[in-house]
């Protein structure tokens, strides 16, 4: 059993997630299965070498992951509110919308 | 053989997560991955981090299952139980790596001091992020007192 690995799995579904999703709330779940994926290797490592650091890393970034989870998911539910859409390729669309009936 | 069951679910739970159309059921398959990745925790030795992954995946989930139930544009199809056991399969075959290969790390000196000891050593760090909590917060204040301004615009 190997958790680089698993981490490493962790990571590209997240990824893909990431890259393929339209959707701003799969957008924030991908972000958190990153950051899973990064701490899980943080903390197995450690754990396996016998260091408390890995546990310790791990309240650190849960601690900012929280925080920036909190800015995202207010940002998210204003864009939702403001174009009645969750989806990224509508959103823009909106916008470029908006932004050409500004100019003429 | 507990953890690469653990293994197989934290994959499964994530893909889930990803590919369900119903955003109320990707959060509850985004819950199985934390429980899956704090019982890895616990049973690698580092209760701690599990019980904390737990605290915050708990708090993550319930925001996540409000704002998925306000915001989530309904799907036009329930998923269908031929995509949901592909997408199992999918899990399953991609969490065999971590089962058949293996990366030898390098053996230096370990440092073998506990978590209390960790934790004081990085309180520099700690600090820093105490920082960026409050600018966090500063943040959030800003933005509502932003759209009560603007509110109805």
New interface residues.
């Given amino acids: 059993?190997?958790?680089?690995?698993?981490s490493l799995?962790?990571l590209s579904?997240?990824v893909?997630?990431l890259l393929t999703?339209r959707?701003?709330?799969?957008v924030?779940?991908?972000v958190?299965?990153i950051a899973?994926a990064a701490?899980?290797n943080f903390?197995?490592?450690?754990?396996?070498?016998?260091?408390?650091?890995?546990?310790?890393?791990?309240?650190?970034a849960?601690?900012?992951?929280?925080?920036?989870?909190?800015?995202i998911?207010?940002?998210?539910?204003?864009v939702?509110k403001k174009y009645g859409?969750?989806?990224i390729s509508k959103i823009v669309k909106l916008e470029e919308n908006v932004e050409s009936e500004a100019e003429a | 053989m507990i953890l690469e069951v653990l293994s197989i679910g934290l994959i499964v739970s994530a893909i889930l997560a990803l590919f369900l159309d119903e955003m109320v059921y990707s959060v509850a398959a985004l819950s199985g991955t934390f429980f899956f990745t704090a019982l890895l925790y616990v049973l690698n030795g580092a209760a701690f981090a599990g019980i904390f992954q737990f605290a915050v995946g708990i708090g993550t989930l319930a925001i996540l299952f409000l704002s998925g139930e306000m915001l989530s544009d309904k799907p036009a199809k329930k998923t269908s139980p031929t995509k949901i056991g592909v997408l199992i399969g999918a899990g399953v075959a991609l969490s065999l790596p971590a089962f058949f290969l293996s990366i030898s790390g390098s053996s230096g000196t370990v440092d073998t001091s506990s978590f209390g000891d960790s934790l004081w050593n990085l309180r520099g760090i700690d600090v820093v992020l105490q920082a960026l909590v409050i600018l966090t917060v500063a943040i959030g204040i800003a933005i509502i007192l932003y759209e009560r301004r603007n509110g109805g615009k």
């Fill in positions: 059993m190997d958790f680089v690995i698993l799995v962790m579904i997240g893909y997630g999703k959707q701003l709330l799969k924030f779940i991908s958190e299965l899973i701490t899980l903390v197995m490592l450690a754990s396996s070498l016998g260091v408390g650091l890995g546990e310790a890393i791990l309240v650190l849960f601690s900012t992951d929280t925080a920036v989870s909190a800015v998911l207010a940002l998210l539910v204003i939702s859409t969750s989806d």
